[in-house]
């Protein structure tokens, strides 16, 4: 991803939080940064994290759910709803 913002030339801060362990990796460190178990920071990455990955999963299942209502006779001219349904 820092791979990407580099070559579109956008400046948007970024960080990696590994989730075994909750290191924070940040671009351009080695080194993770450990932050202690009760800090504040750490929860709210923690959150943020766990609601992007909850938001990617939802519409990942919607999106792979709308392909499974499509048929192959939806593109066929002349072939509606009612007939589609009867097949």
């Known amino acids: 991803m820092v791979v990407v913002l580099g070559e579109l030339e956008l400046e ?12 924070v990796f940040l671009p ?5 940064v450990v ?19 909850r938001f990617a999963i939802t519409y990942h299942r919607a999106s792979r759910g709308k392909g499974a209502l499509k048929s192959s ?11 589609i349904w009867l097949s």
């Open 12 to 23: 948007i801060p970024t960080i990696g939080l590994a989730k075994q362990h909750e290191e």
């Open 28 to 32: 351009g460190r080695s080194d993770p």
């Open 35 to 53: 932050l202690p178990g009760d800090a504040a920071a750490l929860f709210l990455l923690q959150r943020v994290r766990d609601e992007a990955h």
């Open 73 to 83: 006779l939806d593109d066929v001219p002349g072939v509606g709803p009612k007939r």
